[in-house]
T-cell receptor, first 109, second 112 residues
């Protein structure tokens, strides 16, 4: 069983659409959770941390469900510039950072 | 601010040649450091991580090795490269007071 799993997509949506990504993790002892964004041929950059109570940053909302061991990212009012690969990241026991394989989003006009 | 310097940005090496990739960290002390590899169109695979000088954990058995001779220096090495070693290598760090990681700009390695 893979440690962090994501639907690879691609998700092809028009501008203004709302899109949601899910991610599941297998290690119940995981402590911290993040969403990163990676543009083609670039390094990943932190999009947002994911807190148990859920958190929002502008058009982006992240949620964590520890009981079901999944994390979600909701993007509202999609922009062309949102096109990228979104990586789910789990921090296990404060040391290893495990990445999902990423979900590709393509926003078109 | 925390920064990772990673070099070189691109590298073309023949099969069987040695490899040494280095990254250094600024802006934090005693970071956790990580080496990842991303093959074309694939996800990030954790290769090694280190919680301190001389402490290396290997996640995937392979012909690569890592060393941490100084607190802010992390080196990825190979004695003999294989074609399958081609990929995008990323060094990442996480400060002791932070939960999220920051990345270097990566090294794109092509083994020919």
């Amino acid at each position: 069983r893979k440690e962090v799993e994501q639907d690879p997509g691609p998700f092809n949506v028009p501008e203004g659409a709302t899109v949601a990504f899910n991610c599941t993790y297998s290690n119940s002892a995981s402590q911290s959770f993040f969403w990163y964004r990676q543009d083609c041929r670039k390094e990943p950059k932190l999009l947002m941390s994911v807190y148990s109570s859920g958190n929002e940053d502008g058009r982006f909302t992240a949620q964590l469900n520890r009981a079901s061991q999944y994390i979600s990212l909701l993007i509202r009012d999609s922009k062309l510039s949102d096109s990228a690969t979104y990586l789910c990241v789990v921090n296990q026991a404060g040391t290893a950072l495990i990445f999902g394989k990423g979900t590709t989003l393509s926003v078109s006009s | 601010s925390q920064t990772i310097h990673q070099w070189p940005a691109t590298l073309v090496q023949p099969v069987g040649s040695p490899l040494s990739l280095e990254c250094t960290v600024e802006g934090t002390s005693n970071p956790n450091l990580y080496w990842y590899r991303q093959a074309a169109g694939r996800g990030l695979q954790l290769l090694f991580y280190s919680v301190g000088i001389g402490q290396i954990s290997s996640e995937v058995p392979q012909n690569l090795s890592a060393s941490r001779p100084q607190d802010r220096q992390f080196i990825l090495s190979s004695k003999k490269l294989l074609l399958s070693d081609s990929g995008f290598y990323l060094c990442a760090g996480k400060g002791p007071m932070n939960t999220e990681a920051f990345f270097g700009q990566g090294t794109r390695l092509t083994v020919v």
